[in-house]
T-cell receptor
């Protein structure tokens, strides 16, 4: 049930753009995105809800295609502070929400000066 | 507010020993989760709880037990530690379910089983 993220790793120069994808084999009610700095806890970035509502507070955007069971995270004009590992989290459900929050394997992003 | 606090932060166990990891949150959250993080594997869900007195299995529950006797605490137990349980363990909590609320993570517990 673990969602699949791609790519596994990205190296960018400051100012470049990146896209991280998250794909699930199960229907999704929502998709979460988190960033983890080395040695630290994951930190919430945003949540995308079924129906298109998006909640977040960073200068990073995302999309959620319910039919394709996919989400993408867009990092534009990357900054050094964007470096870290990005995780998508999903609540795969069948007839009802499970309450689980399952994460992908992560995408490591490194932004160089 | 302290948020989500994990105790201890580091621990070394010998194979076969038992221990309990404590997760405490002061945000009145209903949902709590235990994950393990291993290189290249992401965050894997061990057990979770949708409210006081309830627990459920996650994706990798074998070798672990949990209890949620009080709303603010979620305990993870290892009855007989094995080297394969060497990992970083994260606890998380959320006000409601993941369908519409974000999770807050503790700082992690680095466990080594020798």
């Amino acid at each position: 049930q673990q969602p699949v993220q791609s790519p596994q790793a990205v190296i960018l120069r400051e100012g470049e753009d990146a896209v991280i994808n998250c794909s699930s084999s199960k229907a999704l009610y929502s998709v979460h995105w988190y960033r983890q700095k080395h040695g630290e806890a994951p930190v919430f970035l945003m949540i995308l809800l079924k129906g298109g509502e998006q909640k977040g507070h960073e200068k990073i955007s995302a999309s959620f295609n319910e039919k394709k069971q996919q989400s993408s995270l867009y990092l534009t004009a990357s900054q050094l502070s964007y470096s870290g590992t990005y995780f998508c989290g999903t609540d795969p459900y069948g007839s009802s929400n499970t309450g689980k929050l399952i994460f992908g394997q992560g995408t490591t992003l490194q932004v160089k000066p | 507010n302290a948020g989500v606090t994990q105790t201890p932060k580091f621990r070394v166990l010998k194979t076969g020993q038992s221990m309990t990891l404590l997760c405490a949150q002061d945000m009145n959250h209903e949902y709590m989760y235990w994950y393990r993080q291993d290189p290249g594997m992401g965050l894997r869900l061990i057990h979770y709880s949708v409210g006081e007195g309830t627990t459920a299995k996650g994706e990798v529950p074998d070798g672990y037990n949990v209890s949620r006797l009080k709303k603010q605490n979620f305990l993870l137990g290892l009855e007989s530690a094995a080297p394969s349980q060497t990992s970083v363990y994260f606890c998380a909590s959320s006000y409601r379910g993941p369908e519409n609320t974000e999770a807050f993570f503790g700082q992690g517990t680095r466990l080594t089983v020798v």
